[in-house]
Structures are given as C-alpha cells and as structure tokens.
C-alpha cells in the first residue's frame, strides 16, 4: 500500500506561482510513475501532468510551457511547479502513483490539496 500526501495548495493571484508536492510512502518509491490530477468544481478530473520512472514526462496542453512536474527518489517526493497560474487553473490538485509505465488508471491516490487562482 502506498500513502501520498499532498502539500503547497492555497489562493494565488492569477500569473503567480505554486509549488505543490506529493510524499510517498513507497519503498520503491523510484519505479512507479507519478501524476498530478485536478479537478475543478462541476468537472471531470484531468491528468495535468505525469512523469515515469526514467523521468519522462507529459503534460495537459493547458498547462505546456507553464506547469514543471519533477521528482526527487530520494525525498521520495514529486513537485508541480505552476507558474503563470490563471483563474482556470483552480482545482483541487491530486498526486497519484502507479507501478506500470503508462498506467490507464491509477492504484494510489492523495487527499488532495485546493488551489485558487484569484484574478
């Protein structure tokens, strides 16, 4: 079983920065790959951003260009840095994990954390 808990949400002026972070209780923790989510009120959840375990990435066409997904093996930990956030972007943020490369759906889920982008 493997716990993620989320941290870094809060309110934001639009074109401002976040950075949100997701640690793992995973052991292996350098094998799974990592996504964050969002889902905003009224909504489907949406992958925003993946990163595997060779450090491959993905990203929302949204958010290309703005939004940084890494991850650091040791801290067990991935970030979401969000930069030039817009209104659009508020949303609860959720970190998720996975054992398989390109996973369909994830096994692990956070909590969750909130951010708002005021304009």
């Known amino acids: 079983q493997v716990q993620l808990v989320e941290s870094g949400g809060g309110l934001v002026q639009a074109g401002g920065s976040l950075r949100l972070s997701c640690a793992a209780s995973a052991r292996t923790f350098r094998i799974y790959t990592m996504g964050w989510f969002r889902q905003a009120p009224g909504k489907q959840r949406e992958l925003v951003a993946a990163i595997t375990s060779v450090a491959r990435t993905n990203y929302a066409d949204s958010v290309k260009g703005r939004f940084t997904i890494s991850r650091d093996n040791a801290k067990k930990t991935v970030y979401l840095q969000m930069n030039s956030l817009k209104d659009e972007d508020t949303a609860v943020y959720y970190c998720?994990?996975?054992?398989?490369?390109?996973?369909?759906?994830?096994?692990?889920w956070g909590q969750g954390t909130q951010v708002t982008v005021s304009s």
């Open positions: 998720a994990a996975d054992e398989r490369l390109q996973p369909r759906e994830y096994n692990y």
